[in-house]
């Protein structure tokens, strides 16, 4: 059964929760059907026009591919060269998953994580004293009774002694201070003593060495829940070496933090409501075992040149539009993560915008931090099978943790909730916004998006539709209408449909839609469109109006100032920086605009059937050397 059919979304602003219902309503269509090229021409985009209506736009929710058990959209989960499993296969979901292998096996070097376990994770107590292994410190640390913050925070300093008076845990005082009599026996008395015991399991629970998802590794890893939440554990309680030293030339400069000891020290109030997720996470973890698997994907598209994007004949996705309906809100689809290229951005320290209150809601995210080397320029990180444990209301420092949240997704058959994200790190134009409209950016954004939007190799079942927004958007100051573009033209050459959410932007909704819909008739593909992005960064400075919708309105009509059919991108100096070293058979943009201009004439020709020397790019990509896992 299709999960989305069986959803109502309320609307966010009162409360972000699932309703179930009998049906999800009638499909509202994009536009109407009788408005006019002429109509829409005359007008333009429609941001100085009152809503007609204030509900979805485009293709229904429902009609969208999403996860389902029989075909979740995903690789299964199957030992190989490239895919590691911390677990003995075939795993029963429901059930406890076995470590793999029976016994602790140690590896110590560069292309694993260094476990707090391992022998080889050596410690001096004090100066001039022997050597001890590090874990047996810790050991002793964990095992006894921790019944106040200062104990406990002893307890991590017995083997961290470098970071004695540095370390402060003024979070941890902050927020035992706000807590009731009931709520402080419960942290020392119950949950903390689990999480203690929880960490110290770590060589019974991880018994194969963890690889790091490298740079260019194209790897993947698979884990269950139980383990993730023993690493997590100890990264709490600061245990993992080599991860404390942050300067240029360390060993794990180009990682994320992972203990969370900068955490422990904050107490502003947004620092607090962040330390009540993860110790409610752990309350969860530890009085009901989890017993499903989490994979995470690091995945690559190849350095495609301009050319090849300006090439490609895949038409556009559907949309889903909506404005009032958050991305987590909608179950089932591969959600956009905007994500920083160390993953997980600020959580354990300032940050809490879309990134950061994700991996706040569903803990487990936070395993990424561990494993995986920031995202190249054409990487990201896909996640399958997380669970949200907690709800949480606000954004920025407004953000407040509202209580657990518990998650019936289902689960596929391995025992994965049926959950994707995707983490692709947007350029950020703080200093200069006006950069983003050149071709070597926007290639560069077009290539991180595809290689987050492109189906992994193996896949069971449909490319499941993108969830996503204005990424790169608020803070970085990337231009929204520009991001949905391009979002939407990586979504075509990926081969997957969009559901786009403008955060509560009721007109840039159906301004977005209005545009999708007169592309859509006019049969542009994502290479025309491309080709119209570039064409507006050249003569952007140049244009009356700035305005990139109307631009694009204006490139596809039959006649109009910017129209491609008096300008080609092969004439500009700069493609050819980007292009194939193959000679060019690039089309410029007069050809998508001869053709929408015939099919909207009655002809019989499209955009498409135009461009007779284009290559659909996903062909492209399927025929390089680098493959996808």
Request: aromatic content about 8%; charged content about 20%; some cysteine.
């Amino acid at each position: 059964m299709n999960i989305l059919s069986s959803i109502n979304i309320e609307n966010p602003k009162k409360k972000s929760k699932l309703i179930l219902s009998d049906n999800l309503g009638p499909e509202i269509s994009s536009s109407s059907a009788e408005t006019s090229l002429d109509q829409v021409m005359r007008e333009g985009p429609s941001q100085n026009k009152e809503p007609k209506d204030d509900g979805p736009r485009g293709a229904a929710l429902a009609s969208l591919s999403c996860m389902t058990v029989e075909q979740p959209g995903c690789p299964p989960v199957k030992v190989s060269s490239h895919h590691t499993v911390l677990v003995r296969l075939p795993h029963t979901p429901g059930l406890p998953p076995e470590p793999h292998p029976r016994v602790y096996t140690d590896v110590w070097h560069s292309q694993c994580v260094k476990m707090p376990c391992s022998p080889q994770n050596l410690y001096c107590t004090a100066p001039k004293s022997d050597v001890v292994p590090r874990w047996n410190v810790i050991t002793e640390a964990l095992s006894k009774p921790i019944t106040s913050i200062s104990e406990l925070q002893e307890a991590i300093l017995s083997y961290n002694t470098r970071y004695r008076g540095k370390w402060k845990f003024h979070g941890l005082y902050a927020l035992v201070n706000q807590f009731d009599e009931c709520e402080e026996q419960e942290l020392f008395g119950t949950t903390l003593p689990k999480m203690c015991r929880l960490a110290l399991r770590l060589p019974e629970l991880i018994t194969a060495p963890v690889p790091l998802l490298s740079q260019n590794s194209q790897a993947s890893l698979t884990l269950s829940q139980l383990q993730i939440a023993c690493l997590l554990a100890n990264a709490f309680f600061c245990t993992f070496p080599r991860r404390n030293a942050r300067g240029s030339n360390s060993e794990y400069a180009n990682y994320p933090d992972i203990n969370f000891n900068r955490l422990l020290s904050k107490k502003e109030p947004l620092v607090l409501e962040k330390l009540k997720c993860i110790l409610n996470y752990f309350r969860r973890v530890t009085s009901n075992e989890p017993t499903g698997l989490v994979t995470l994907c690091r995945t690559q598209a190849p350095d495609s040149d301009m050319h090849r994007w300006q090439s490609c004949s895949s038409p556009l996705p559907r949309l889903h539009c909506h404005h009032d309906t958050l991305i987590e809100d909608v179950p089932g689809l591969l959600h956009v993560d905007f994500a920083n290229k160390f993953l997980g951005g600020g959580v354990l320290g300032f940050g809490c915008v879309q990134e950061e209150i994700k991996f706040l809601l569903c803990p487990e995210l936070l395993v990424s931090r561990l494993v995986t080397e920031a995202l190249d320029k054409n990487e990201a990180l896909v996640i399958i099978g997380v669970e949200q444990f907690n709800k949480g209301a606000g954004y920025g420092s407004s953000f407040t943790f509202s209580g657990s949240f518990h998650d019936s997704t289902q689960r596929d058959s391995f025992g994965r909730r049926l959950t994707q994200l995707v983490a692709i790190d947007a350029l950020h134009f703080r200093q200069r916004p006006r950069e983003q409209y050149e071709k070597p950016l926007l290639l560069r954004e077009l290539n991180k998006a595809y290689a987050g939007f492109r189906p992994l190799s193996g896949s069971i079942g449909p490319a499941v539709a993108v969830a996503t927004g204005n990424w790169g958007c608020g803070a970085f100051r990337g231009d929204p209408h520009l991001k949905a573009l391009l979002q939407i033209a990586s979504c075509a050459a990926a081969g997957r449909d969009i559901a786009y959410f403008t955060f509560h932007d009721s007109d840039f909704k159906h301004r977005l839609s209005d545009l999708h819909d007169f592309l859509t008739r006019r049969s542009v593909t994502a290479g025309a469109l491309v080709q119209c992005l570039c064409l507006y960064g050249v003569q952007r400075k140049e244009l009356a109006s700035k305005d990139l919708f109307k631009f694009v309105y204006e490139s596809f009509s039959s006649s109009g100032p910017a129209s491609p059919a008096r300008t080609t991108l092969e004439t500009d100096a700069g493609v050819s920086a980007y292009s194939s070293a193959e000679p060019s058979t690039s089309t410029s943009l007069q050809d998508g605009s001869t053709s929408a201009s015939n099919n909207a004439q009655g002809g019989q020709k499209t955009n498409a059937s135009n461009l007779q020397n284009n290559m659909k790019i996903t062909d492209f990509f399927k025929n390089s050397d680098m493959t996808n896992t």
